[in-house]
T-cell receptor
Framework: NAGVTQTPKFQVLKTGQSMTLQCAQDMNHNSMYWYRQDPGMGLRLIYYSASEGTTDKGEVPNGYNVSRLNKREFSLRLESAAPSQTSVYFC????????FGPGTRLTVL | RKEVEQDPGPFNVPEGATVAFNCTYSNSASQSFFWYRQDCRKEPKLLMSVYSSGNEDGRFTAQLNRASQYISLLIRDSKLSDSATYLCVVNTGTASKLTFGTGTRLQVTL
C-alpha cells in the first residue's frame, strides 16, 4: 500500500496563477482532509470530505476549492494564487487514525 | 484562546533524560486525543492515542485529565532519535475533524 500520495512535491507559482494539488489514498478511507501548515500556526484545516460526494469547509477555506473525485482522490485547487498561500499543504485520510501524505511545498511569488 | 495550546519549546535534554510535555484544550466536548510526531520537513505521524485511563507504549506514556482539560506526554530514557516536534491533537467529534496544537520541539543531545 502506498498510503496517501500527493503531487507535486514542490511548486512555485506567480501571483494570479492557478493550480491543483492532487491527493490519493489506497486505504479505502471514507474521510479525507486538506491542511496547510505555516510556521507558528500549526496545521489548519482548509477543507474536508467526510465521504465520497461531500465536501465541507474547514477553518481556512478562502481562496481554495476542492473536489472529491471518487473515494480515492481529493484535490485542492487554487484559482488565483496569492503570496499568503505560500505554505506546506498536507492531505490526510482517516478511518480512526489520520494518515498524512508527504506534503506539497508551495511558494507564491 | 487557542483550542489546543502547547509550549513551543524547544526542550533541550541530554540523552537518557526524562521529559514531559503538557497540552491544554478548550472544548470540554472533545472526544478523543492523540500525540503526533513530526520530523523536520516531514508529515505528521501518529505516535499514540490518549485514553482516559492513561496508556503506555514502551518509553512513552500519555495521560488525559478531562477535569482540567489537559493531556500529557512523558518520554523516558530519551534517545537522539526522539528529536522532533510533538503535536497535541484533539478530536471534537464531528467527521473526525482534528484540531492540532502548534507543537513542542524536542532536541535530544549527547
Amino acid at each position: 500500500n502506498a498510503g496517501v500520495t500527493q503531487t507535486p512535491k514542490f511548486q512555485v507559482l506567480k501571483t494570479g496563477q492557478s493550480m491543483t494539488l492532487q491527493c490519493a489514498q489506497d486505504m479505502n478511507h471514507n474521510s479525507m482532509y486538506w491542511y496547510r501548515q505555516d510556521p507558528g500556526m500549526g496545521l489548519r484545516l482548509i477543507y474536508y470530505s467526510a465521504s465520497e460526494g461531500t465536501t465541507d469547509k474547514g477553518e481556512v477555506p478562502n481562496g481554495y476549492n476542492v473536489s472529491r473525485l471518487n473515494k480515492r482522490e481529493f484535490s485542492l485547487r487554487l484559482e488565483s494564487a496569492a503570496p499568503s498561500q505560500t505554505s506546506v499543504y498536507f492531505c490526510a485520510s482517516t478511518l480512526n487514525e489520520q494518515f498524512f501524505g508527504p506534503g506539497t511545498r508551495l511558494t507564491v511569488l | 484562546r487557542k483550542e489546543v495550546e502547547q509550549d513551543p519549546g524547544p526542550f533541550n535534554v541530554p540523552e537518557g533524560a526524562t521529559v514531559a510535555f503538557n497540552c491544554t484544550y478548550s472544548n470540554s466536548a472533545s472526544q478523543s486525543f492523540f500525540w503526533y510526531r513530526q520530523d523536520c520537513r516531514k508529515e505528521p505521524k501518529l505516535l499514540m492515542s490518549v485514553y482516559s485511563s492513561g496508556n503506555e507504549d514502551g518509553r512513552f506514556t500519555a495521560q488525559l485529565n478531562r477535569a482540567s482539560q489537559y493531556i500529557s506526554l512523558l518520554i523516558r530514557d530519551s534517545k537522539l532519535s526522539d528529536s522532533a516536534t510533538y503535536l497535541c491533537v484533539v478530536n471534537t467529534g464531528t467527521a473526525s475533524k482534528l484540531t492540532f496544537g502548534t507543537g513542542t520541539r524536542l532536541q535530544v543531545t549527547l
